[in-house]
Nanobody, 121 residues
């Protein structure tokens, strides 16, 4: 079973930056699509960014241009660089290992425990 452990969350003022990390186990990490999701209080969990095994990325409209997803297969780690943070980015952020179809549709499979990000105005 794949284990995903997030780190890097915290509190920051609006306009600041944070970098989240997700360390994964398993020798097939490099062949998997990965993603970051988030869930704010009282809201449904939503996709933030995905990255295919080949490095193709996709972003939610709300974060495009501010967030960057990347991966280091040698370290079995996925990152989410978050810049120009806004109070509405406040949420628990979850790392996910999933399946991506040829058309680019992402299906989440395994979840991390989540890390809290709080952005104050």
């Amino acid at each position: 079973q794949v284990q995903l452990v997030e780190s890097g969350g915290g509190s920051v003022q609006a306009g600041g930056s944070l970098r989240l990390s997700c360390a994964g186990s398993g020798r097939i990490f490099s062949s998997n699509a990965m993603a970051w999701y988030r869930q704010a209080p009282g809201k449904e969990r939503e996709m933030v960014a995905t990255i295919s095994s080949s490095g193709t990325t996709n972003y939610a409209d709300s974060v495009r241009g501010r967030f960057t997803i990347s991966r280091d297969n040698g370290k079995n780690t996925v990152y989410l660089q978050m810049n120009s943070l806004k109070p509405e980015d406040t949420a628990v952020y979850y790392c996910n290992k999933g399946v991506m179809t040829i058309s680019g549709t992402y299906y989440p499979v395994d979840w991390g425990q989540g890390t809290q990000v709080t952005v104050s105005s």
